[in-house]
C-alpha cells in the first residue's frame, strides 16, 4: 500500500476487496465513520469482519480498493512500513479478539511500554496514566498480574488500556465481548459510548447484536460471497 | 607416539581388518602397539599398505617366533598402551615405550632392548642461543604427554623457568618449532632424528638431556612369560639378530653395545620395583589436586569465553535467519550445516594446523574460536527455534502500537525466546564444557589433557580420573542449579 497524507482523522473505506490465499473474502465493501462516531460491523463467522479491522491496521494488504484512516491512504500492494507505519499505527489503536498480550509483562508494563518506547513519554507519567486507564476500566487490582494469571475479561480490559495508551483516534475492537460475562458487557458498552462521546472513532467487529444496541451503534452488516 | 589422532581410527580399522587373519595358523602372541605411531616403530609398509613394517613389527615377529607362536598386531592407542597392557588386551605392547619406574610397579617390564638419548631440537638460526634446556627460559618448549622427555621438562620448569608445551603426537612439535609456535622440541633421538628429515631448518643439539630405554610391557601376573621373553632378547643380544634389526633401519649405534653387556650381566634387571610405588590415594590427591585445579581454570575460562562467543553469533545468525534478506538466510543456512555436519574436532585441527601456514593462531585463540564458531551454529538454531515459537499476535500487537522491528525484537520477542532457550542453552554449555578437552589436540592443557598426563605418570587413573570427574561436576553442577533457579524465578514472576 502507498500512504499519502490526508490531513483528517476519520475513518473511509472505498470499495475495498480482501482475499485470504486464493479465496476472496470481500468484495465492493464501502463504508466512512466520522470523529466520535460507533460503529459495528455485523456478519456471521466467515464474513471478514476480522480481515477488514486487520487491513484497515496495516497488518494485511487489501486486494483492491483503498482505504483512508488518520491522514493515511492504504492502496492494494504491500502493507506499510517506514514512517506511513507510523503514522498509520499512531492513529489506529486495536484491541484483538484473544488480546496478544506480552506474556513476560505484567498488566501495567503492557500499558505503559508503547508510550514509552514509541511515544518517549517519561517512565514515571507513562507508568502514572497506564495505571489510571486500568483503573478507569476496573482492572488496577491486576497491575503486577502476568497476562497467564489474568481472567479473559481481566485481560480484555487490560488490552483496551493498552491500545488506549498510545491515544489513537480510531480504535477498532475484534469481538469485544467474547470473553465478557452481560455484568461486565453493560460496562465496556458505557465504556465505549464515553470514549466515542471524547472525539474517538470506534469501529466494532462483532455478532452480538445485543451489545450493539446497547453501544448504540450504526451497524454495517456483512454478508457471505 | 601417535600422530594425529583424528585419523586413528581409520588407521585402527585399516591395520585391524589388515592384519586379524594370520597369515598361518597356531597359537598367536598378540602384540600391541600404536601404527599411528609411524616408522620406525611400526607403520604400514608405503608398498603395501596391508602390512606392517617396523623395528618393533621384527622385534615382535622375532619373539612370536621363538615361542612358537604367530604374531598377531593389536591396534592400541600410544597414549593407553599400558591401561591396555594392565587389562590384558595383549600379551606384549611394543611401541617405543620407554622403561619408567611407574611402569615397573604395575606392569610385568622386559629388560631394556634400546637406549635412546633425549635431544633438543631448534631452529637453524637459533642454534648458537638455545644450547642447552638452560638457555630457555621463559620460552615455550614442546614434547610428547606421558612420557620421559616429558617429566625432564616438568622438572626444567622449576630449576629453569621452561614452560612446557604438550602434544598428542610427534609431528606437530617439529611442525609448530619450524612455524615458530615453539621455541624447542625435547623428545627422543629416533623421533627427533625422524623431526629433522622432515622439517628442514631444525637442527639437532648435543646437550646430553637424558637417556632411557625401550622395553615391553605386560600384564602384571605374566612374569612367566616376561622371563621367557627376557631370555629371548637376551640370545637375540648375544647373536646379533637385534643388532640386525636396528641396523636395517639405521638405529644402530654406539649405545647400545655398552647397553646389551649390561643387560647380558644381569645389572638392568636389577633396575627393580622397589623404592618405587604408585603413591596412594590421598599422596596423589594432595600431589596433583593444585595442578588439575589450575587446569579445571583453563577449561572453565576458555568454556565461557567460547560460549559467550557463540551466544553472541548464534543471535546475530539466528536474527539474520529470522529477518534477514533470502541470501543472507541462505549464507548463515549454509554456515550453521557446515559448523553442525563436520567435527569438531577436525575444525580445531583445520583453525590451528591447517591454516598455520596462512595465519598463525595462538593455541588458546584457536581453542576460543574454534569452539565458538562450532558451538555459534548449535545455539542460533536454538534461538531461531525460540524466535519462532513467540506467538505471531504478540507480533502483530507489537506493530500496531507503532514499536518498529528492532524494539519488537529487544522489547518483546527476544525476552520471551531467551526464556525458552535458557535450558538449552544451559545444556550446551555443559557440552561445551566437556568439548573443551578437545582443544588439547592443539596443545591447550586443560582438565582432562593434565588428567590423562597424571593417569600415565602414576599409572593408574582411578585417582586422577576421580579428581577429574569431581572438578567437571564442580563446574557444571552450579550452572545447571543457577539456571534452573532462574527459570523458576521466571515461572513465579
Known amino acids: 500500500m502507498t500512504l499519502q497524507a490526508q490531513g483528517k482523522a476519520t475513518l473511509e473505506v472505498r470499495d475495498i476487496a480482501i482475499r485470504r490465499g486464493d479465496r476472496l473474502v470481500l468484495d465492493g465493501l464501502r463504508f466512512s465513520a466520522t470523529r466520535g462516531e460507533l460503529l459495528a460491523l455485523m ?40 514512517a506511513c507505519a507510523r503514522e498509520l499505527h499512531r492513529s489506529v489503536g486495536i484491541v484483538f479478539q484473544f488480546h496478544h498480550l506480552f506474556a513476560h509483562k505484567t498488566a501495567v508494563e503492557n500499558v505503559w511500554l ?7 513519554q517519561p517512565r514515571p507519567a507513562a507508568e502514572r496514566r497506564a495505571r489510571e486507564l486500568l483503573e478507569a476500566l476496573g482492572v488496577a487490582g491486576r497491575s503486577s498480574a ?46 465505549l459510548r464515553r470514549l466515542a462521546a471524547d472525539g474517538r472513532t470506534i469501529v466494532l467487529a462483532t455478532h452480538d447484536a445485543e451489545f450493539v444496541r446497547a453501544c448504540d451503534c450504526r451497524t454495517i452488516t456483512l454478508g457471505v460471497l | 607416539m601417535s600422530r594425529v589422532a583424528a585419523f586413528g581410527l581409520v588407521a585402527a580399522v585399516l591395520f585391524a581388518l589388515a592384519v586379524d587373519v594370520p597369515a598361518q595358523s597356531g597359537p598367536e602372541l598378540r602384540w600391541g602397539g600404536d601404527s599411528e605411531g609411524g616408522a620406525p616403530f611400526v607403520e604400514a609398509d608405503p608398498q603395501n599398505p596391508a602390512k606392517l613394517v617396523g623395528f618393533d613389527v621384527e622385534i615382535a615377529a622375532l619373539l612370536a617366533r621363538e615361542l612358537g607362536r604367530v604374531p598377531r598386531f593389536v591396534q592400541v592407542s600410544f597414549t593407553t598402551l599400558e591401561a591396555s597392557a594392565a587389562r590384558g588386551d595383549f600379551d606384549i605392547g611394543l611401541s617405543g615405550i620407554e622403561d619408567t619406574p611407574a611402569r615397573r610397579a604395575r606392569l610385568a617390564v622386559t629388560v631394556p632392548y634400546y637406549e635412546f638419548r633425549e635431544v633438543l631440537t631448534v631452529r637453524e638460526a637459533d642454534r648458537g642461543r638455545f644450547r642447552s634446556l638452560a638457555d630457555l627460559r621463559g620460552r615455550r618448549v ?33 611442525s609448530d618449532l619450524a612455524l615458530g609456535r615453539v621455541d624447542a622440541v625435547v623428545l627422543d633421538e629416533v623421533l627427533a632424528a625422524r623431526g629433522v628429515r622432515r622439517n628442514p631448518g631444525l637442527v639437532n643439539q648435543d646437550a646430553r638431556i637424558g637417556v632411557g630405554h625401550y622395553v615391553g610391557v605386560l600384564a602384571a601376573g605374566q612374569e612367566g612369560l616376561r622371563d621367557r621373553i627376557n631370555d629371548i632378547l637376551k640370545q637375540a643380544m648375544r647373536d646379533g639378530r637385534l643388532e640386525a634389526i636396528f641396523r636395517r633401519w639405521n638405529m644402530w649405534n654406539e649405545d647400545q653395545p655398552r647397553l646389551y653387556a649390561r643387560v647380558l650381566s644381569g645389572a638392568e634387571e636389577l633396575v627393580p620395583a622397589a623404592g618405587v610405588t604408585t603413591p596412594g590415594a590421598w599422596e596423589a590427591t594432595r600431589r596433583y589436586l593444585p595442578t588439575l585445579v589450575q587446569a579445571a581454570v583453563v577449561t572453565l575460562v576458555l568454556s565461557c569465553a567460547a560460549m559467550a562467543l557463540a551466544v553472541a553469533l ?52 584457536a581453542a576460543f574460536l574454534g569452539l565458538g564458531l562450532n558451538y555459534a551454529a548449535y545455539e542460533s538454531e536454538i534461538y531461531r527455534g525460540a524466535l519462532e515459537a513467540v506467538p505471531q499476535g504478540q507480533l502483530d500487537a507489537a506493530r500496531t502500537l507503532g514499536l518498529t522491528d528492532v524494539q519488537t525484537l529487544t522489547l518483546v520477542r527476544g525476552p520471551q525466546a531467551f526464556r525458552l532457550a535458557l535450558a538449552p542453552m544451559t545444556n550446551d554449555f555443559v557440552a561445551l564444557l566437556k568439548d573443551s578437552s578437545l582443544v588439547s589436540l592443539i596443545t591447550v592443557v586443560e582438565l582432562t589433557r593434565q588428567t590423562t598426563i597424571f593417569a600415565a605418570n602414576i599409572g593408574s587413573w582411578l585417582v586422577p580420573g576421580t579428581l577429574c570427574a569431581a572438578l567437571y561436576l564442580a563446574m557444571s553442577l552450579p550452572l545447571a542449579r543457577l539456571a534452573r533457579r532462574i527459570e523458576k524465578g521466571w515461572r513465579r514472576a
Open chain 1, 43 to 82: 456478519g456471521d463467522s466467515g464474513t471478514g469482519k476480522t480481515s477488514v479491522l486487520r487491513a484497515i491496521a496495516g497488518l494485511d494488504p487489501i486486494a483492491a480498493g483503498e482505504i483512508h484512516v488518520g491522514g493515511v491512504r492504504l492502496v492494494p500492494g504491500r502493507i506499510p512500513r517506514g
Open chain 1, 146 to 191: 502476568l497476562p497467564h494469571e489474568l481472567s479473559g475479561g481481566e485481560a480484555q480490559r487490560v488490552a483496551i488500556a493498552r491500545a488506549l495508551a498510545v491515544e489513537p483516534p480510531v480504535l477498532l475492537m475484534d469481538e469485544p465481548t467474547a470473553s465478557l460475562d452481560p455484568a461486565r458487557r453493560s460496562d465496556l458498552a458505557a465504556t
Open chain 2, 142 to 174: 614442546a614434547t610428547l604427554g606421558a612420557t620421559l622427555a616429558y617429566d625432564i621438562l616438568v622438572a626444567a620448569q622449576g630449576e629453569h623457568g621452561v614452560i612446557p608445551v604438550t602434544y598428542e603426537d610427534d609431528v606437530h612439535p617439529y
Open chain 2, 314 to 365: 548464534g543471535v546475530l545468525i539466528a536474527s539474520g535467519r529470522v529477518y534477514g534478506a533470502r541470501p543472507l538466510q541462505v549464507a548463515l543456512t549454509g554456515y550453521v550445516e557446515v559448523m553442525r555436519g563436520t567435527p569438531l574436532l577436525l575444525q580445531l585441527l583445520v583453525l590451528y594446523f591447517g591454516l598455520a601456514s596462512v595465519i598463525q593462531l595462538p593455541a588458546f585463540m
Open chain 1, 114 to 120: 508503547a508510550p514509552v518506547h514509541v511515544l518517549r
